[in-house]
């Protein structure tokens, strides 16, 4: 009997509950709440700007959208919108500026939801503002660009197509024919390096593909780069490209935990040998490595000794220090990279 009266005492306690929680709050599995008061406006965004809650990947639709907050009284909000009721929904900034902006520098834009919902949106500059690379939205503008995508060639001549775009956490991303990837920025990159050659436009853009470019707006000047991991000792080419001029550099870099305090260095491929003379090496350190390193303009030498490095079978360049020395051997991929770089800039020379 005793137990029968405690069971209904806490079915009670719970409906009295469930009655006291505000209008459509719902809870979450960590214990967090996602508010989903009724609407309070209509959805008039005349001419502000209006962005999108964008589509998430699969491993992380279960977090919800969680950069909407119902005041300013707190940094670490914890309201959280459920993705699959919000996912493609518009909303608009209500405001040209944010309302507020916290000690930490985090900003909070008063919104509007096309479902009448209020709130505040919160960003903060330093990670890329409204449209950062973790936000949640991205201008409408954009949004409609990617959903009327309709496929087209890399560049024209090329047979490689651009099939699709899709929006991953606020940027661009193209899937092309053969199954790859390139953000908006390498695409761009690529259609404006390549229309420089018009008569081998389409050999170029493809070629490029394999490449990492960037681009100096100050300058306008695009470097093209083997890819792979800048923490590692190199041996490399790459090049500069202006609308006016294409050109070579080579760099030699040591990298390691401890100084050599470099002064040449030595190439051993198979039966070649040469070493370079003394060298004003520069130099870098952090955290717990050291790296030093020439970058330069290659003579007719230095060619002919990157070739012999990406041909041999053993190739390796001795780092010779103030007291000490390092060797390293050049992998597949860096001889593969100096051929490859060696080609393209055949195709580039104005």
Not at 57 to 77: I, M, N, R, V
Not at 83 to 93: D, I, N, P
């Given at each position: ?11 009670i ?60 009284e ?25 309302s ?6 985090y ?94 436009q ?61 002064r040449?260095y ?5 039966s ?53 020395y ?15 770089i060696?080609r ?7």
């Amino acid at each position: 009997m005793i137990r029968l009266i405690s069971l209904i005492a806490v079915a009670i306690f719970f409906l009295q509950a469930c009655a006291q929680m505000p209008a459509g709050e719902t809870g979450s599995t960590d214990g967090r709440t996602t508010q989903t008061q009724q609407p309070t406006v209509s959805y008039m965004p005349g001419d502000r700007e209006q962005f999108v809650l964008a589509e998430k990947p699969d491993q992380l639709q279960k977090y919800g959208f969680d950069g909407f907050c119902t005041d300013t009284e707190s940094f670490a909000c914890r309201n959280r919108l459920d993705y699959e009721r919000y996912v493609g929904m518009k909303g608009y900034f209500n405001t040209d500026e944010p309302s507020h902006t916290d000690f930490s520098g985090y900003q909070f834009w008063p919104v509007v939801l096309e479902n009448g919902r209020e709130f505040y949106y919160v960003s903060n500059p330093k990670y890329g503002g409204k449209y950062g690379s973790s936000a949640d939205i991205v201008p409408l503008e954009q949004y409609e660009q990617a959903a009327s995508y309709s496929a087209e060639p890399l560049v024209p001549g090329s047979k490689i197509l651009v099939e699709s775009v899709e929006i991953s956490f606020g940027r661009d991303v193209f899937t092309l024919d053969n199954g790859d990837q390139i953000g908006r920025d390498k695409l761009d990159h690529i259609r404006n390096i390549a229309s420089q050659f018009p008569a081998s436009q389409a050999t170029i853009a493809e070629a490029l593909l394999s490449f990492r470019i960037t681009h100096d707006e100050v300058e306008n000047r695009y470097f093209i780069q083997p890819k792979g991991s800048a923490l590692r000792n190199e041996a490399r080419l790459y090049i500069g490209v202006k609308p006016d001029k294409t050109w070579l550099r080579m760099k030699i870099k040591y990298y390691g935990d401890d100084w050599l305090f470099v002064r040449s260095y030595k190439v051993a491929a198979d039966s070649f040998r040469w070493e370079s003379p003394s060298l004003e090496f520069e130099r870098d350190h952090s955290g717990g490595n050291v790296w030093e390193w020439i970058d330069k303009s290659p003579t007719d030498e230095d060619l002919r000794n990157m070739r012999a490095l990406a041909a041999a079978a053993n190739p390796i360049i001795r780092f010779q220090g103030r007291q000490y020395y390092s060797d390293f051997k050049l992998t597949g991929e860096q001889q593969s990279s100096i051929t490859s770089i060696l080609r393209l800039y055949e195709l580039l020379k104005r």
